[in-house]
């Protein structure tokens, strides 16, 4: 239902704040469930250059939400959100924002690297810890079976 009012011929009926509400909240929806994008999306890059169709004297306002969504969207380190970021970063270079965008590609770059560098150590930690609770657990049991210290 949200989705329909954002599509032609729907959207020219609606006023700039009631569109603003509907990007903001299906941008919302989007990155909270990630499974939901493809459908999401293409209607909020559809209605990007389109935006002069809304009613109302509010259109730069409607644009700025599409940028500020596209943008929130753009940083999602989802796997989800992968196949849609060039289509993102194009939307907002139309939008002039291609500086942002670029940048934003960036910043999740960035946070994807730290993270998988974060779970590497995680995991040689754990690695290590297991391999001392394993030799820790052999001289338990030894200790158990034969009723004297470990040797």
């Known amino acids: 239902l949200l989705l329909d009012q954002l599509r032609p011929p ?9 569109a603003i509400v509907l990007v903001n909240s299906l941008a919302s929806i989007a990155k909270k469930r990630s499974s939901l994008y493809g459908r999401v999306l293409p209607v909020l890059l559809a209605l990007g250059p389109n935006c002069d169709v809304i009613k109302g004297g509010q259109v730069a306002s ?5 940028k ?16 849609w970021r060039e289509r993102l970063v194009s939307a907002l270079r139309t939008m002039n924002a291609g500086d942002v965008a670029e940048a934003a590609v960036r910043q999740v770059e960035r946070m994807i690297r730290n993270a998988e560098k974060d779970r590497a150590s ?28 470990p040797v």
């Open 10 to 18: 729907e959207v020219s009926k609606l006023p700039g704040p009631v």
């Open 62 to 66: 409607v644009v700025h939400a599409l």
């Open 68 to 83: 500020n969504a596209f943008l929130s969207l753009l940083k999602s380190t989802d796997p989800v959100a992968v196949p």
């Open 122 to 149: 995680h995991d040689s930690r754990l690695i290590k810890d297991d391999k001392m609770h394993g030799v820790e657990g052999v001289r338990k049991r030894s200790t158990q079976e034969n009723g004297n210290e």
